[in-house]
């Protein structure tokens, strides 16, 4: 019973080609994120939404656009891939944004492959 | 002020060993404090979190202590066990929801 849920789990692709991430989570959470993991391992958050309503954008290149057609979804489309986009890219729930009872729960990651 | 800061890079100990990682950090608006293990393909996993007002925290072998006028945290492990190689992350919690991680520490446990 997968609570947070990614798919695909491997993505190689072409530069300048657009792509889609798709998450998914099952625990009836408000709030769901993005991140993104280098090759240094070092995790730095993307997006987040709550209830659909984007809360969070940290500086991410427009390419990146996230969609939340509902609570338990949040997908990521990325438009003209890049050689520096080549990560791992996380998605993440919690039941809300605020208060420290609200453990952020990942899903196994999508690794994105640029060639 | 947005930086925790996390070290060692890597440990390697025996089992049976008390690994500790430490973290710093210098925003006082962070209330939330957890902890994440990674294996390898795998999320992070949300192991032990501390609130600031509380100085330390014990679950199982694992074991948080926390300075607050210092702003430093740090992860110690029991009896560590090679089930443990894993990278681990401090991370805070800042507005909105945003975590803030430390640069992970990896962890070996030899048998």
């Known amino acids: 019973d997968t609570a947070v849920s990614q798919t695909p789990k491997y993505l190689v692709t072409q530069m300048g080609n657009d792509k889609s991430i798709k998450c998914e989570q099952n625990l009836g959470h408000d709030t769901m994120y993005w991140y993104k993991q280098d090759s240094k391992k070092f995790l730095k958050i993307m997006f987040s939404?709550?209830?659909?309503?984007?809360?969070i954008n940290e500086t991410v290149p427009n390419r990146f656009s996230p969609k939340s057609p509902d609570k338990a979804h949040l997908n990521l489309h990325i438009n003209s891939l890049e050689l520096g986009d080549s990560a791992v890219y996380f998605c993440a729930s919690s039941l809300q944004t605020t208060g420290g009872n609200q453990p952020q729960h990942f899903g196994d990651g999508t690794r994105l492959s640029i060639l | 002020q947005q930086q925790v800061k996390q070290s060692p890079q890597s440990l390697i100990v025996q089992k049976g060993g008390i690994p500790i990682i430490n973290c710093a950090y210098e925003?006082?608006?962070?209330?939330?404090f957890p902890w994440y293990q990674q294996f390898p393909g795998k999320g992070p996993a949300l192991l032990i979190a501390?609130?600031?007002?509380?100085s330390e925290k014990k679950e199982g072998r694992f074991t948080i202590s926390f300075n607050k006028s210092a702003k430093q945290f740090s992860l110690h492990i029991m009896d560590s066990q090679p089930g443990d190689s894993a990278t681990y992350f401090c991370a805070a919690l800042s507005w909105g929801g945003k975590l803030i991680f430390g640069q992970g520490t990896e962890l070996s446990v030899k048998p």
């Open positions: 501390i609130r600031p007002d509380v």
């Open positions: 939404y709550n209830n659909k309503e984007l809360i």
């Open positions: 925003n006082t608006a962070f209330d939330y």
